[in-house]
């Protein structure tokens, strides 16, 4: 493929991811602490495993982002919605690139249970956060301690389901395991980018106190675990297939995960 020709293409894929992205977004359920469920982190991170951390970021970025300047016709929204899935996607398809370009096995089974400890920590936190009034809702909102509930059984599910994941890593293929890893620690860095912009905005253009800065921040972590988690569970799930159905039509693929998975098994 020419040089011409392969920019062509680059455009085309990550004008077709950012166009998958905005769908995604569309795809929500609101929740009462602002934000919301949606799959645009979904596209995002499989768009930077496939096709790079640059087409992952601008797809995911360009996406989201155009959801909120077109749906919310919110210029800031934009802007952080493009600075935060960009990030995302660059950390995930940086991160996976060097898993699987290194060609070595990991200690998976001590990483995955640690990042099961975090999330599970950062489940705490909102548990700590709404007893003490920092977690803000919708006023039209009245169960609000069962919606806490539900955030707090996912994240303690998904934390749960990781430790297993690294003490019986031996039962997953060497890739799952490297989806996985890339993808919580996207989510993680997700998660606290989204607060500090949060806190930053609030506090420097909208002129708030800081304790007010501090809830509004805050109230976004719920949304974050449970978008996060289902992303990392549904991409875990269905990457290696994805990538094997496209692989002789992905041009931008740059890395050969058969050859990563022959590698670690004859290091087994």
């Not at 602002?34 to 601008?58: D, E, K, Q, S, T």
């Not at 709404?130 to 955030?151: A, E, G, P, Q, R």
């Not at 989204?194 to 806190?199: M, Q, R």
Request: with cysteine.
């Amino acid at each position: 493929m020419s040089k011409n020709k392969k920019v062509l293409y680059q455009i085309i894929i990550c004008a077709l991811f950012a166009a998958l992205a905005f769908v995604g977004t569309l795809v929500q359920i609101p929740l009462p602490s602002g934000g919301m469920i949606h799959l645009g982190n979904f596209v995002c991170v499989l768009g930077a495993l496939l096709c790079g951390p640059i087409i992952g970021g601008l797809a995911g970025g360009i996406g989201c982002g155009l959801y909120d300047l077109i749906i919310y016709n919110s210029l800031p929204g934009f802007f952080q919605y493009f600075l935060l899935k960009f990030v995302m996607g660059i950390v995930v398809g940086t991160i996976f690139r060097l898993i699987i370009n290194r060609k070595k096995k990991l200690q998976f089974s001590l990483i995955l249970a640690s990042l099961g400890v975090a999330l599970a920590v950062l489940t705490t936190l909102v548990i700590i956060f709404y007893n003490i009034d920092l977690i803000s809702f919708s006023k039209s909102i009245t169960k609000t301690t069962l919606y806490i509930s539900i955030v707090v059984f996912f994240g303690y599910l998904f934390s749960i389901l990781l430790v297993l994941a690294g003490v019986f890593s031996v039962k997953l293929k060497s890739v799952t395991k490297a989806v996985m890893f890339a993808t919580t620690i996207s989510v993680i860095v997700n998660i606290v980018l989204e607060f500090i912009w949060k806190l930053f905005y609030n506090m420097w253009v909208e002129m708030l106190a800081v304790k007010p800065a501090l809830i509004k921040g805050i109230s976004t972590m719920p949304s974050c675990i449970l978008t996060g988690s289902l992303t990392v569970v549904i991409i875990s799930l269905i990457y290696y297939r994805v990538y094997l159905a496209t692989k002789n039509l992905n041009h931008i693929n740059d890395i050969d995960v058969e050859e990563y998975l022959k590698e670690v098994e004859d290091c087994e």
